[in-house]
């Protein structure tokens, strides 16, 4: 495989880990709890989100290809980024979406 697209899915992985590390495990917590989510910790899951959507944008934008490293099939980095989408956006159950 091609080390710039290595580097790309690498980094992406990173990036939106790093982005989630500190907000996921105390929103999941009281999910599951069912103690539902303030609207502070909602406001830094949200601002989490736009900033990982800010770096799609400009990863998509910057090499006009159709996944997020930059490659025309789908890498382990697409899935890390699809189930954030999926389990939080497009999910009406998950605590911090707003109403």
């Not at 990173?14 to 590390?21: H, T």
């Not at 601002?47 to 959507?53: E, F, G, I, P, Q």
């Not at 400009?58 to 997020?68: D, S």
């Amino acid at each position: 495989m091609d080390p710039t697209v290595c580097w790309a899915i690498d980094s992406a992985m990173e990036y939106i880990e790093d982005c989630f590390s500190e907000t996921g495990g105390p929103i999941i917590k009281s999910w599951f709890a069912c103690k539902g989510i303030n609207e502070e910790a909602q406001a830094a899951y949200i601002k989490r989100l736009d900033k990982v959507s800010a770096f799609v944008d400009r990863r998509m934008t910057g090499h006009g290809k159709r996944f997020l490293a930059g490659t025309d099939n789908v890498t382990i980095a697409d899935c890390k980024l699809a189930h954030i989408y999926y389990g939080t956006i497009y999910n009406d159950h998950f605590c911090c979406t707003p109403e």
